[in-house]
């Protein structure tokens, strides 16, 4: 469509100590002249926790802001926010570009977490009871992800006091030191994976967008569409925004500057189109 541009991150994180992001308002200037933005995965925590009302409040304010603000909104379910959604994965640039989370590339969704064997176990037991043809089926695999996902409740995403957050998510997510190790070991797949896994569901696609890992990157396989991890608003790495415009995709570095979320420097550029 002549003039739409399309803008896409992740991981937002809204209503977690950890997301940078502590108002929605400070997004406002990644969201200039945008006409469609797509957040693919993790806006925010809508999983069973201690504190519902904050996880209400989060989702209404989620949807006023973006309603608010841009033509068209799509959010694409992520592990965190496995109901907030009914879409989970998005075709855009007429096939060229497809976008999901990332967290079904895992038979365990986080292989880090504390939570990583409970998942993986109703993971495996889910697609176990679904007939053989559609164990391997997107939709299907995808609705087995999100029905677990939504399954294993909050942990330190749902603490209000700041030292008893801090010393939950080091539990949760560092502790003991082998799941840094597990960290790195998602990183250094997820490329691949995530390109083998649109060979199998979208063969004709040139870029594969993900999150999930919030580790921000650009990779070519050789044999594979491009993969781009867009990142987390959430420390330490930063993230990334890919835009979809004129018949180009470009990914841009979002820099946070003054209290706000900016589109930075262009870091690559590719058409949508093959040549």
């Known amino acids: 469509m002549p003039g739409e541009f399309i803008r896409i991150f992740s991981d937002l994180h809204f209503g977690d100590r950890a997301s940078r992001v502590h108002r929605l308002a400070q997004l406002r200037p990644l969201l200039d002249g945008v006409t469609h933005v797509v957040l693919n995965g993790d806006t925010l925590d809508t999983r069973p926790g201690p504190a519902p009302t904050h996880t209400a409040e989060c989702r209404a304010a989620i949807a006023r802001f973006f309603a608010d603000r841009v033509p068209a909104t799509t959010f694409i379910t992520g592990n965190h926010d496995a109901n907030f959604s009914p879409q989970h994965y998005l075709d855009l640039g007429a096939g060229a570009v497809f976008a999901f989370h990332g967290d079904v590339l895992f038979e365990n969704i986080v292989p880090w977490s504390r939570d990583s064997r409970l998942a993986g176990r109703r993971i495996a037991a889910e697609l176990a009871r679904l007939p053989v043809t559609q164990r391997h089926d997107l939709d299907h695999r995808l609705a087995v992800f999100r029905r677990v996902a939504h399954s294993i409740p909050q942990r330190h995403q749902s603490e209000r006091d700041r030292l008893r957050y801090l010393l939950r998510y080091l539990a ?70 890919v835009d979809l415009a004129d018949g180009r995709l470009a990914v841009r570095q979002i820099e946070q500057t003054g209290g706000e979320f900016r589109p930075g420097r262009v870091l690559a550029e590719f058409p949508l189109a093959a040549t």
């Open 172 to 241: 949760d997510s560092v502790w003991p030191p082998h799941r840094t190790l597990l960290i790195l070991r998602a990183w250094q797949v997820l490329p691949a994976r995530a390109a083998d896994f649109a060979r199998r569901h979208r063969p004709r696609a040139r870029f594969v967008l993900v999150g999930h890992t919030h580790r921000p990157g650009i990779w070519h396989p050789p044999d594979g569409a491009c993969v781009i991890n867009t990142g987390s608003f959430s420390l330490p790495l930063g993230a990334y925004a």
